[in-house]
């Protein structure tokens, strides 16, 4: 006769509901929305059916009563969110940022935008970041349909950290924002307890021969490129467009009139999103500057784990230093 | 409804001639604005003109201040019906006479649907249809997380059934038990392609909003006695632990007779002469 099992004895078997162990920087979010919380502001978060994915359960457990469970109907929460927000109560809402980018885009648009609300929308799990859950749960267009949104600002933090100083932050925006972050695995770069200022490009290298401007997961692979060529005495610069809507517009052209060559690199098709961004500025202001922009190549993602799929996109720094080095020669 | 309770909601004669009133002046008015638009959903209004009455007059908690975070809302779904609520919102003071006179004109915030950005007394805009459930839902559980009493009513279309989005918020609210939703289904016939049961039939409609989860009141949305006691009800009942739709059988352009019988005038204009007549025959009736 079998013998049934309490729970399985290896201490490398996990389930869903242990995914907050697994996806340390989504951890950030529920910090965030935890300390607006203590500090008497009206916010409450919700999710659809994505609580663990997004660590929302974490907030949910310490404050019951300002947490809503949508079950799986993303249009209705975003819908439901605006409602919320018109009786003077700030709702983050969260959910894959594949599904928020398209699937809610109208309601986005109608509910939350043009009524100006200020709802926060939390697209977690974006870009390629879910590897081989194929492309209905990637998200490379979401910078691009937010981004021609009127009124909806858009940021894109590199990893949990700056995340939950954006949400921080975001108390004393009383616009509506949509978030575009990761999926809680990237190696830290920031400071939680640093500032985060909407709008202001954050610098971390000057170079002359290149300057990337990035948002998301490859910041912090240019950061170490930037570091390994500069050591080396080459000249490369790095700017974390960390808000790509209102995009730093001055960060832009300081960056075009310091290097050679810009180079923006992107978790996102390289149509619509930072590049373009980028691209809409210098041609606004006349700068004939070379532009290379990296991201996805309008194209659809291979099926891979993410982290093979950053190496074969040249996402990673691996990659980051092979184009940056062809680039500069 | 059983009829004992019927009876305790039903409103007095006197309400009933004011609400009448007020349903008629919402048609005529509807036709004034829509002369000056030249474009217009006359009948889309005139099948909810007893709604509106009804809630603005007699059932919504309102002040003079638009704003007031205790107030009861009213969303529409079918925000194209937009024209026979603004005139409302001036009777009531939330909007100037001056404003209402120039409905779609260059710059002026009354639009062919409702903004709440540009309209004082509009508890949310609309014009996509689907949203407006969800809106509310989000109202109802808001004023819950903050103690407050107010009631949220919502009028949907009958071919707005047909949006996906209605049903993921009727799913949500029933399983939130929002008692102080109140969806009111402006049950007319007609959508712009033809009858709903034609173009992408609905029924049964009361038995959907029952399997999910919903209590559900079937009236003659044109009997304002029937209507206003149906809904006075839904605000009152504090026990009830579901929200609650009413289905409003109603006939799309009520008041008007060719109207009534050609669904063509889902959108559409009366030269002035045509629209005296039509004021005409809305004044020789009571409805």
Request: with cysteine; net charge negative.
């Amino acid at each position: 006769m079998s013998q049934a099992l309490a729970r399985p004895q290896s201490p490398n078997s996990w389930h869903y509901r242990e995914l907050n162990q697994k996806n340390p920087g989504l951890d950030h979010l529920s910090n965030g929305l935890i300390s607006l919380v203590e500090a008497g502001h009206p916010v409450m978060a919700g999710s659809a059916d994505l609580q663990y994915s997004n660590g929302l359960n974490r907030f949910a457990a310490r404050y019951p009563d300002r947490y809503v469970g949508f079950g799986i109907s993303e249009q209705n929460m975003v819908s439901a969110a605006a409602g919320i927000a018109t009786t003077g109560m700030m709702p983050y809402v969260a959910t894959f940022a594949s599904f928020l980018g398209l699937l809610t885009c109208e309601q986005i648009r109608m509910d939350v935008a043009y009524c100006a609300l200020p709802v926060r929308l939390i697209g977690h799990h974006t870009g390629i970041s879910m590897g081989f859950y194929g492309t209905s749960h990637h998200a490379t267009e979401d910078i691009g349909t937010m981004r021609s949104i009127a009124d909806l600002t858009v940021v894109s933090p590199a990893d949990g950290p700056q995340l939950e100083a954006a949400i921080r932050a975001s108390i004393d925006h009383d616009r509506p924002i949509y978030f575009r972050t990761g999926r809680g695995r990237e190696p830290d770069l920031y400071d939680p307890k640093a500032d985060f200022v909407f709008g202001k490009a954050i610098e971390h290298a000057r170079g002359e021969e290149l300057t990337i401007i990035a948002c998301g997961l490859p910041v912090h692979p240019a950061v170490q490129v930037a570091e390994r060529l500069n050591a080396a005495g080459r000249s490369v610069g790095v700017i974390d467009m960390a808000t790509v809507k209102p995009i730093d517009r001055d960060a832009v052209l300081e960056a075009a009139a310091r290097s050679k060559l810009l180079m923006t690199i992107e978790e996102h098709n390289i149509i619509g999103g930072l590049g373009a961004a980028v691209a809409e500025v210098l041609a606004d202001e006349g700068v004939g500057k070379r532009l290379i922009r990296h991201g996805i190549h309008d194209e659809y993602a291979l099926i891979a784990p993410p982290t093979h799929l950053y190496a074969h996109y040249k996402l990673d720094a691996k990659g980051i230093e092979e184009l940056v080095l062809k680039a500069i020669g | 409804m059983n009829s004992a309770l019927r009876n305790d909601f039903r409103p007095d004669e006197e309400t009933i001639a004011r609400l009448r009133d007020r349903a008629q002046f919402v048609r005529l008015e509807t036709i004034r604005l829509i002369e000056i638009a030249k474009v217009g959903h006359y009948t889309s209004v005139f099948s909810a003109a007893e709604i509106f009455a009804a809630l603005y007059y007699d059932v919504m908690r309102l002040s003079d201040d638009p704003k007031w975070a205790d107030r009861d809302r009213f969303l529409m779904g079918k925000g194209h019906a937009a024209v026979g609520l603004f005139p409302i919102l001036a009777d009531l003071g939330y909007l100037p006479v001056d404003v209402l006179n120039g409905y779609t004109r260059f710059g002026n915030p009354l639009g062919d649907h409702p903004d709440m950005r540009k309209v004082p007394g509009v508890d949310f805009s609309s014009g996509s249809i689907g949203h407006a459930l969800s809106n509310g839902l989000g109202m109802a559980l808001a004023g819950r997380m903050q103690g407050r009493s107010f009631t949220t009513f919502v009028m949907l279309g009958d071919g707005e059934m047909q949006e996906g989005q209605v049903w993921e918020a009727a799913i949500g609210a029933a399983h939130h038990k929002l008692n102080r939703l109140v969806a009111i289904v402006d049950r007319n016939g007609y959508q712009l392609d033809g009858a709903v049961d034609d173009v992408m039939g609905i029924e049964p409609l009361d038995e959907k909003w029952r399997a999910f989860g919903w209590e559900v009141h079937v009236v003659d949305g044109h009997d304002i006695a029937e209507l206003t006691a149906a809904l006075r009800r839904a605000k009152a009942d504090e026990a009830r632990t579901r929200p609650c739709c009413i289905i409003a059988r109603t006939l799309k352009g009520k008041g008007v007779s060719y109207m009534e019988t050609e669904p063509g005038w889902h959108l559409g204009y009366l030269d002035p002469s045509d629209a005296d007549a039509a004021r005409a025959e809305i004044l020789s009736k009571v409805i």
